[in-house]
């Protein structure tokens, strides 16, 4: 069965730091990769996508993310975290029938 | 940005009543979704449409029915609220085609049933 994992529930960063989260996912196929972003009150906003050619993708607000297929791994970075990336992060896979979304990895930043 | 919209983004009712949640997009995508979304968990897809006159249940159980009749809108409507529905909801839509098309989100309706 198609599913996407994010360990990490709750991730606590400085200003300043670098950040990574953890994306995994279980799909047989070509996955169609998705980081979105959720701030309170709000919907979810697309960060980037993977679906093919280079590995490594780039995306809105300097956030990046590698694909490893060895892995099934699809992990977000940011070089340098700010105080508005405090956010919650979903990761997600597209099947082309249905999108599946992982539970989501709340992100604090302090000073 | 998406152009996607939900109405009312917050509501509080009480038992027994009938509510529709308003969904309407702007950017003619065929696609429509519903989700649910509580705290901790992932997004569980209630409801979808591949276009007019085309609606299907998704993997959560909802007592929740949905109806598209122009490409645009995609009321979701409870018969009959109980505290069990009380929820964020979620709808999105995206582009037929290739399955690299992202899901554009709505700000999300906040539901309470007392």
């Known amino acids: 069965a198609q599913s996407v994992t994010q360990p990490d529930i709750h991730i606590t960063v400085s200003e300043g730091a670098s950040l990574e989260l953890r994306c995994n996912y279980s799909?047989?196929?070509?996955?169609?990769l998705f980081w979105y972003v959720q701030s309170p009150g709000q919907g979810l906003q697309l960060l980037l996508k993977?679906?093919?050619?280079?590995?490594l993708v780039q995306g809105i607000k300097g956030f990046e993310a590698e694909f490893k297929r060895s892995q099934s791994s699809f992990n977000l970075r940011k070089p340098s975290v700010h105080w508005s990336d405090a956010a919650e992060y979903f990761c997600?896979?597209?099947?082309?029938?249905?999108?599946?979304f992982g539970t989501g990895t709340s992100l604090t930043v302090i000073p | 940005e998406a152009d996607i919209y939900q109405t009312p983004r917050y509501l509080v009712i009480g038992t027994g009543k009938k509510i529709t949640l308003e969904c309407s997009q702007t950017?003619?995508?065929?696609?429509m979704y519903w989700y649910q979304q509580d705290p901790g968990m992932e997004l569980h897809l209630i409801h979808y449409?591949?276009?007019?006159?085309?609606?299907e249940k998704g993997d959560l159980s909802s007592e929740s029915t949905v109806s598209r009749i122009r490409t645009e809108h995609f009321p979701l409507t409870l018969e009959s609220a109980r505290p069990s529905h009380t929820s964020q909801y979620l709808c999105?839509?995206?582009?037929?085609?290739?399955?690299?098309?992202?899901?554009?989100f709505g700000d999300g309706t906040r539901l309470s049933i007392l």
């Open positions: 799909y047989g196929a070509t996955p169609y």
């Open positions: 950017m003619g995508h065929d696609k």
């Open positions: 449409s591949y276009g007019v006159n085309s609606t």
């Open positions: 999105a839509s995206s582009e037929s085609g290739s399955h690299n098309q992202p899901q554009h």
């Open positions: 993977y679906f093919s050619g280079d590995t």
């Open positions: 997600a896979v597209n099947t082309g029938n249905q999108f599946y």
